[in-house]
Every structure is written in C-alpha cells, then in structure tokens.
C-alpha cells in the first residue's frame, strides 16, 4: 500500500498468486482476489489479514461489495461472500466463463446487479439472491 501524498510505501504483503482486477475497499478494509483463487481481506492500514477464502477457480473480475456482502465472480461461479468471515453465503454457477464487471441498477427498494459471460449472456441477480438469464446477444 501507498500513502497518496506522498508515494511512501506503507505496507507490503506477499499473496499466493497475482492480481489482474481491482481491489476493493470497505471501511477500513482491503478486499482482493488472486489468480489461485484466493480471496483475501486485510485491513487498510498495516496489511494485516482479516480472512482469506480460497474458490473453485482464479479470480480475473473486481469484486464488488453490495447489500453488505461481497459478490466475488470466479471463473464460471458468481459467490456472495459473508464480509466479515469470508464464508460463503450462495453460489451459482453459470454456463461459461463471467467476463464483466458488475452493474448494480437500483429499482424502487430492489437493486439488481448484472453480470455478462463469454458467450455474451447477460444475467441479473436481484436482492433476494435468485439469478435469471436475461438476454443472449
């Protein structure tokens, strides 16, 4: 990690495989998968683990927080992760390999978030965690 003002390295740590895709932060919290499909939570300010869960597959798509989870897409597998442990919550497999990022589009007191795959599927998976196939393109 670097402090912005002045690009002093702050903290380092060695993680079992690479990083393709965005962190993501949550309060003081950074979250980020690896290409062995680790997903690892440390805290902001010294680096520290807080949990780590290993998947099925590498990680190459950002995770998102939403609804006070943490939606991690690996491979063909979309998991809803608990925040605070890492354990899993829900998993779905999908068809092929999930090649976007998220989308979240809020819709009265709902919101879905949508995800694509390699055969140009689209899918929503709305706040109750049901997942439908939208669109082929």
């Known amino acids: 990690a670097m402090r912005l003002k002045d690009g002093k ?12 895709s965005s962190p993501v932060s949550y309060k003081n919290n950074i979250i ?9 939570a440390m805290k902001l300010d010294d680096g520290s683990l807080i949990w780590k869960r290993e998947l099925a ?3 190459e798509v ?4 939403w609804k006070g989870k943490l939606v991690v897409p690996a491979g063909n597998l979309l998991y809803v992760l608990s925040l605070k442990t890492g354990n899993i919550f829900w998993k779905h497999k999908i068809k092929t390999k999930i090649t976007t990022s ?3 589009m809020k819709t ?3 919101e879905i978030i949508f995800i694509g795959d390699a055969d140009g599927n689209l899918y929503a ?3 109750m965690l049901k997942i439908k196939k939208t669109k082929s393109f």
């Open 125 to 127: 998976l709305n706040s």
């Open 57 to 59: 597959t590498r990680i």
């Open 9 to 20: 390295i702050v903290w380092r740590k060695q993680l079992n495989g690479k990083i393709v």
């Open 108 to 110: 009265g007191d709902n």
């Open 32 to 40: 980020v998968g690896t290409t062995k499909g680790i997903v690892y």
């Open 102 to 104: 998220r989308m979240i």
């Open 62 to 65: 950002s995770p998102k927080v």
